[in-house]
């Protein structure tokens, strides 16, 4: 099956600071890329919409100056959490979708910022 | 909007026995896609099963399959012979047909007795 990498795997950053977080597509051609945020014992959450060359839709409630997302090219979108603060710990996962069908998730990244 | 209701929170199973998981959704759409993910504790999102509502015929994948009710708006998901190692969340996940994010039920927890 299609393969979707994640990096870092897990982070810990101090307040204030920015991180960025890597989804690559690594056997497919991704024209969508999705992320979402998942808090412990609960589903996934949502936060944006990323095409190939176009900007990122981002959900309702979701702050698109603090989740910056690029989806540069057909195998790579990054999220960069800036200004991190302690309420933005959580485990983020990304998804790509070969066709119209089949949609690959990440191992996702645990972030804790101090 | 569409709407994904998984109604078993937990659910637990003996090893090599079968057990269904419930999933009804809400829409409109006559053209759609579902799904079945597994997340065990590695946190990663597995594609188990999925269905086309334009097929009648019902999915299945080796000890998973589907019944699919399009009229009743159900898609429960059969597990036989259970493993040790299907234990994990268990995500249903409904796509409209053009290229719009899937949305997520709030998953149930399946635990398999040895």
């Known amino acids: 099956g299609a393969v979707v990498s994640q990096h870092p795997s897990w982070v810990i950053c101090k307040s204030g600071t920015s991180v960025k977080i890597e989804c690559r597509s690594l056997?497919?051609?991704?024209?969508?890329m999705f992320w979402y945020r998942q808090f412990p014992k609960q589903s996934l959450m949502l936060m944006a919409t990323s095409n190939e060359g176009s900007k990122a839709t981002y959900e309702q409630g979701v702050e698109k100056d603090k989740f910056l997302i690029n989806h540069a090219s057909l195998t790579l979108s990054t999220l960069t959490v800036t200004s991190a603060h302690p309420e933005d710990s959580s485990f983020y996962i990304c998804?790509?979708?070969?066709?119209?069908?089949?949609?690959?998730f990440g191992p996702g990244t645990r972030l804790t910022v101090l | 909007a569409q709407t994904v209701t998984q109604s078993q929170p937990e659910m637990s199973v003996q090893e090599a026995e079968t057990v269904t998981l419930s999933c009804t959704y809400d829409?409109?759409?006559?053209?759609?896609?579902l799904f079945w993910y597994k997340q065990p504790p590695s946190r990663q999102m597995i594609l188990v099963i999925r269905q086309e509502a334009y097929k009648q015929q019902n999915a299945t994948e080796n000890r998973f399959s589907v019944n699919f009710q399009k009229a009743a708006k159900s898609f429960s998901l059969k597990i036989s012979d259970s493993q040790l190692g299907d234990a994990a969340m268990y995500f249903c996940?409904?796509?409209?047909?053009?290229?719009?994010?899937?949305?997520f039920g709030k998953g149930t927890r399946l635990s398999v007795i040895a």
């Open positions: 998804s790509a979708r070969e066709d119209f069908s089949a949609q690959y």
């Open positions: 829409t409109s759409e006559s053209d759609y896609y």
């Open positions: 996940a409904y796509r409209d047909s053009g290229n719009t994010p899937l949305v």
């Open positions: 056997d497919f051609q991704a024209t969508t």
